[in-house]
């Protein structure tokens, strides 16, 4: 056995140790129990062992050592750190999980970098296996990390970052996991940017497509994508008219409306459509009183209903949206905000009526056709944050809840996106139990993230304004302990590419389209005389 | 000329000499003296035993401890030793007992440059170890003595350690 150091003393919940190396916060050492079994710790963070005098510093030219050892100083601990560092426990074959041996090392006790073999029971799964999600490699070591898929489907995901730190970039890497040959998954990803539309190269991708097996990506188009009038609630409904100065009485009239076409589509076992609104409204608009007046107003805010992502019997359907071995991305760029909530609500709200209804048996295969969902599905969130903000309203933020809550018992798993978790709802972020957590910089997110991430220490907390691109703390359920990740290259392409300006501006010069734009001068013809020499 | 002779030994590595009572040269604290082989720094300057062994000395050996009239400058002089210079060269480590009446000479110039270099480079080893027990001040004024011997090459160093010295008197 080769040893790294040797503990020097320990606290309540740290013990440190003494080494002439440098190990970096989240590298893993270990050390051997009473027992013989080993124990697995992380490490904290390393302090030089002794500072030099400031007085040696203040000539930089000067070697610090060397005063040092011209007055008889002891230099070595000068070369020597003190090592913090926090248990994580022995590994139990039998439970398949890292148990705390609540003793501490003693003084003295030998302390070594960690096997490779070790280490690699942070993972719950090898990586080729069913149910694993081969995600990168622990950081500054080759060995591989791999989520379990189920955990992580069944108690929801995080993926925190500031932007740019790579959290689409990660969540692609997971789909390409889920839809591998190994999980088959049912994927759906609200894309408000239009950046999983890559994930199609996955279909014809010699890795991912197998004699049997072949995923299936499709991508939903912004026009796509309609909501049925019958989906939206008298609320929601609401919510599209209200301009923010819709009157107690014209909700009223607009309530007794809506009852009474709802009470006779239902007596005619049909859906409400825009249509049957409109000419009830229209029904009460003769006239020249003031009742008149308001189911006027009603009216022309009833016509907002009249944006093309609505429809009266096109609708999302469900049973094309969730298949085993299929990914559907919902491609959401150009939509405003409002809509964007708009379809998550009535998408989550649908979905989760389906799956409760299959396991409990309400639908079954006979019956209605597109809410009979027999598998569990995961639904991927970007900008998550807007679904489900921490203040104000959002249509979506209470079924978004009711799923994080609920979602466990039928089979609906959510990950979360977000580069502002302060903005994203407290509540929802902790249902998250597996957490993806990348460069965060800005404190009041830290904080936020500390708060919601109950397995993310504080060492590791410390961690993330220093982590690169790509580096991730992955924390929670789908590891058996938090462990710093390098996520691995994606197989398919990126579709959220930087945009690198001076390229494109040389790019645009060099293509000539300058000098076209340059030729056209403006048309001043119809100026006065004396003000064409401004031009 | 003997600067004076030991008149006590107080610890291993610590003594007392007596000045001699001629005119010639006084050692001052930071004066560096030999006694052999051994190499010690004046920490100290007392004008006399401490007060409260006065009672224990016998009648005999008063004469050499309490001070008479003439005495009451600063004659005696507390001294620690730094360690050893012989011909294998200089030895910072080394606790070689002296005894009562050995010659306390002052160190030369030559000596002091000798007793310094350790392997082609300057050190005084002694000067960390020395501080906590006679405090900083006779270390401080040790290194100005050192200055005239060592090149100019190590004023960076020797200024660097002043500094250092400075900040504990403080
Ligand atoms: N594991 C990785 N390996 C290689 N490159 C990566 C990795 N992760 C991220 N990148 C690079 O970093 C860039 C930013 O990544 P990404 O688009 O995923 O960031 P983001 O966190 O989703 O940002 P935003 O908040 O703006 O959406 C990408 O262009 C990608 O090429
Ligand atoms: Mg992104």
Redesign the pocket.
């Known amino acids: 056995m080769t040893v790294l150091g040797r503990v020097s003393g320990n606290d309540d919940e740290t013990f440190t140790f003494v080494t002439p190396a440098q190990p970096p916060a989240g590298e893993f050492v270990s050390f051997p129990l009473n027992d013989g079994r080993t124990c697995l710790a992380r490490v904290v963070c390393s302090t030089p062992l002794a500072t030099f005098p400031n007085e040696f510093l203040y000539d930089p030219f000067l070697e610090p050592n060397e005063c040092a050892d011209f007055i008889g100083m002891e230099t070595t601990p000068f070369k020597l750190c003190q090592v913090e560092s926090k248990v994580v426990g022995y590994f139990d074959e039998a439970f398949g999980e890292f148990v705390d041996p609540k003793v501490m090392p003693l003084p003295g006790t030998p302390v070594d970098f960690a096997s490779d073999e070790l280490v690699s029971a942070v993972n719950k799964l090898g990586e080729e296996e069913p149910g694993s999600a081969f995600v ?1 490699n622990v950081l500054g070591r080759k060995t591989l990390v791999s989520l379990s898929v189920k955990d992580m489907v069944s108690q929801h995901l995080s993926v925190i ?13 997971l789909m390409e996991e889920m839809m591998s040959d190994k999980n088959q998954a049912a994927i759906l990803v609200l894309d408000p ?1 239009g ?1 999983y539309r890559t994930l199609t190269e996955l279909a014809n991708h010699k890795d991912f497509a197998s004699a049997k097996y072949r995923p299936e990506v499709r991508v939903w188009d912004p026009d796509q994508i309609n909501i049925r009038i019958a989906d939206l609630r008298f609320s929601d409904i609401l919510a599209i008219m209200d301009d923010g100065n819709m009157s107690e009485r014209m909700i009223y009239f607009f309530q007794g409306i809506y009852r009474e076409v709802r009470r006779r589509a239902r007596a005619d076992g049909i859906d409400i459509t825009y249509a049957a609104l409109r000419e009830e409204v229209l029904a009460h608009c003769d006239g020249e009183d003031d009742n008149a007046k308001t189911y006027n107003a009603i009216l022309w805010r009833l016509a907002k209903l009249e944006n093309p992502i609505f429809d009266d019997y096109q609708h999302m359907d469900l049973s094309q949206f969730f298949r085993p071995g299929r990914l559907t991305v919902l491609d959401l760029s150009g939509r405003e905000e409002f809509y964007q909530q708009l379809v998550a609500t009535v998408l989550l709200r649908r979905l989760f009526e389906a799956r409760k209804g299959t396991v409990t048996g309400k639908y079954t295969s006979e019956s209605t056709g597109d809410q009979y969902i027999p598998y569990p599905t995961f639904v991927v969130l ?1 900008e998550a944050h807007r679904f489900a903000p921490q203040n104000g309203e959002a249509k979506s933020k209470a079924v978004l809840k009711t799923i994080l809550a609920e979602g466990r018992k039928f089979g609906i798993g959510v990950c979360l ?1 977000s ?1 502002r978790p302060a903005k994203l709802d407290q509540d929802s972020l902790s249902q998250c139990m597996t957490q993806i957590t ?1 460069r965060i910089i800005n404190p009041v997110d830290q904080n936020q993230v500390s708060a919601a991430v109950e397995g993310l220490g504080r060492d590791l907390l410390r961690e993330l304004p220093g982590l690169a ?2 580096q991730a703390v992955i924390s929670g359920i789908g590891l058996n302990t938090p462990t710093m990740v ?5 197989k398919t392409s ?1 579709g ?3 945009i690198d300006a001076p390229i494109e501006w040389r790019n645009y010069s060099e293509s000539g389209a300058s000098e076209a734009q340059e030729d056209s001068q403006p048309d001043v013809s119809y100026l006065e005389e004396d003000s064409k020499d401004w031009f | 000329m003997a600067l004076g002779e030991i008149v006590r030994i107080e610890s291993q590595g610590r003594f007392v000499f007596k000045a001699s009572d001629d005119d010639g040269v006084k050692p001052e604290i930071g004066t560096y003296v030999r006694v052999g082989d051994v190499i010690g720094l004046v920490v100290d300057k007392r004008q006399s035993v401490r007060e409260e062994l006065i009672p224990y000395i016998p009648t005999e050996m008063s004469g050499k401890y309490l001070p008479y009239g003439d005495d009451l400058s600063e004659n005696y002089f507390g001294v620690a030793s730094l360690g050893m210079l012989s011909g294998a060269g200089p030895d910072h480590e080394a606790m070689v007992s002296v005894s009562l009446k050995d010659a306390v000479d002052e160190v030369g110039q030559e000596d002091l440059m000798r007793f310094h270099t350790v392997d082609g480079r300057f050190k005084a080893r002694y000067i960390d170890r020395l501080v906590p027990e006679v405090g900083p001040t006779p270390m401080l004024l040790a290194t100005r003595r050192l200055q005239n011997v060592m090149g100019d090459d190590n004023a960076p160093m020797i200024l660097a350690v002043q500094r250092y010295l400075r900040g504990l008197v403080r």
């Open positions: 990168g970052a500031s932007t740019g730190a790579g959290k689409s970039y990660t969540v692609g890497v940017h950046e970007e996106i580069q990348m691109r790509g390098q996520v691995r290259k994606r990126h959220g590419m930087d």
